[in-house]
């Protein structure tokens, strides 16, 4: 059984690293903040938030060169993928969109909030060496990548929620 679980869990954590390198992120150094009176244009905002996004595919990229291989690597390693998505959300919510794209940035942030909830269930899967609970929260992530890629799209990003190893599209 731990075997099993050795080998679920090394191919559930690669799976989740290729969905969710597409989440975007950023390790909060990045000075992308903008105060209340700073609007950005909307090529500015997505500039910027693209930026952030690459960080985290990078990032992402970067945790995949070593994939865990116990429940308890997969659980730091789930904990390590939260800390870059809530990273990534807080920077790009700290960009001072233009009215004509917040909404559709507003859509986008409520559908990686989401996302965070899913790791959360897929984090505490790992810690209790819950493989099949474990799969499901990562089904539910593969599950509303569309989504999300639509919705960053919606915003004008290239990068954010592009899944790994994809370039971005050159139609937008």
């Given at each position: 059984m731990l075997a099993g679980m050795r080998i679920t869990c090394v191919a559930l954590a690669m799976l989740l690293v290729a969905i969710l390198a597409g989440c975007g992120g950023g390790?909060?150094?990045?000075?992308?903040?903008?105060t209340a009176g700073d609007e950005l244009t909307k090529a500015e905002l997505i500039a910027k938030g693209d930026a952030i996004c690459?960080?985290?595919?990078?990032?992402f990229a970067e945790l995949q060169t070593t994939p865990p291989t116990t429940p308890e690597e997969t659980a730091t390693f789930t904990q390590q993928l939260i800390d870059i998505t809530e990273s990534e959300v807080s920077q790009l919510r700290a960009l001072a969109a233009p009215a004509s794209v917040k909404?559709?940035?507003?859509?986008?942030?409520?559908?990686?909030?989401?996302?965070?909830?899913?790791?959360?269930?897929?984090?505490?899967?790992?810690?209790?060496?819950?493989?099949?609970?474990?799969?499901?929260?990562?089904?539910?992530a593969v599950k509303d990548q569309v989504e999300r890629l639509q919705l960053a799209q919606a915003v004008g990003f290239k990068e954010c929620s592009r899944p790994a190893g994809t370039a971005p599209s050159s139609s937008g």
């Open positions: 390790d909060g150094s990045s000075s992308t903040s903008s690459k960080d985290a595919h990078d990032r909404p559709a940035l507003d859509d986008y942030l409520k559908a990686m909030d989401k996302n965070v909830a899913v790791l959360k269930q897929g984090l505490a899967a790992a810690q209790n060496s819950d493989a099949t609970a474990y799969a499901k929260a990562q089904a539910k």
